[in-house]
């Protein structure tokens, strides 16, 4: 008898918790798919943004380069939503590392737009804001240049 009781018990609390369960697993779903959608449209308003010989670096790297309007220093943005602007140097190798991001939820897509806009035209006050970061450096490589068609051309140093 004591033992049917723990059964029926058991039954009706574990029967809410898994609809519960459910519920939450839907509504992740349902959250996933909004933020991959906001995520595609992101990247798609970014290339609209970006140069051809930039379009081109993003699809091969992942990210593309761009020019500071007060330094002319050269600055990589990473595919990322932060710590992923990388100052490089004259021959190409990362240099230091900028933390700096809009305000809100964004996807990387938009942020990445936002740092680029924001180097293009207003260097000077988007560094003031931004955390600096070292960044190692990458063995082997010495630098990536496009050539203008759209193919890369990768120079490799030998470290000695």
């Known amino acids: 008898m ?3 009781w723990f059964k029926t018990a058991a ?3 574990i029967r809410p918790i898994t609809y519960f369960i459910r519920l939450v697993q839907a509504a992740e779903g349902r959250h996933r798919a909004r933020y991959e959608e906001r995520a595609a ?3 798609i308003l970014l290339r609209a943004w970006l140069s051809p010989m930039q ?3 993003f699809d091969h790297f992942s990210y593309f380069e ?3 309007c007060d330094s002319g220093k050269s600055y990589r943005i990473q595919h990322g939503v932060s710590a992923n602007v990388v100052e490089l140097d004259c021959d190409g190798r990362p240099k230091m590392g900028w933390c700096f991001v809009p305000v809100g939820d964004l996807v990387p ?3 990445m737009l936002a740092q680029k806009i924001a180097l293009e035209t207003n260097e000077r006050s988007a560094l003031s804001v931004a955390r600096r970061f070292l960044v190692p450096p990458s063995p082997g490589m010495r630098s990536r240049e ?3 068609a759209g193919s890369c051309v990768i120079n490799v140093e030998r470290l000695g």
């Open 55 to 57: 379009k081109a670096q």
């Open 66 to 68: 761009v020019i500071g």
């Open 2 to 4: 004591l033992f049917q």
């Open 109 to 111: 897509g938009d942020v």
């Open 11 to 13: 039954f009706c609390l």
């Open 146 to 148: 496009f050539n203008g």
């Open 41 to 43: 449209r992101g990247i």
